[in-house]
């Protein structure tokens, strides 16, 4: 299953991290952590 927003523009300023629905359920904690880290390694 797939969630996409319409109106992507105004996301156009923004990352976006694609993730799945039972991903965000199961390990919100683990996700969120994950994308921290992302942009941890990104700004180095």
Not at 7 to 26: C, H, M, P, W
Request: no cysteine; hydrophobic share 40%; aromatic share 4%.
């Amino acid at each position: 299953m797939a969630v996409t927003p319409e109106d992507n523009e105004r996301f156009e300023s923004r990352d976006v991290y694609e993730i799945t629905l039972q991903d965000a359920i199961k390990n919100a904690a683990g996700i969120i952590k994950e994308i921290e880290e992302m942009i941890a390694s990104e700004q180095q």
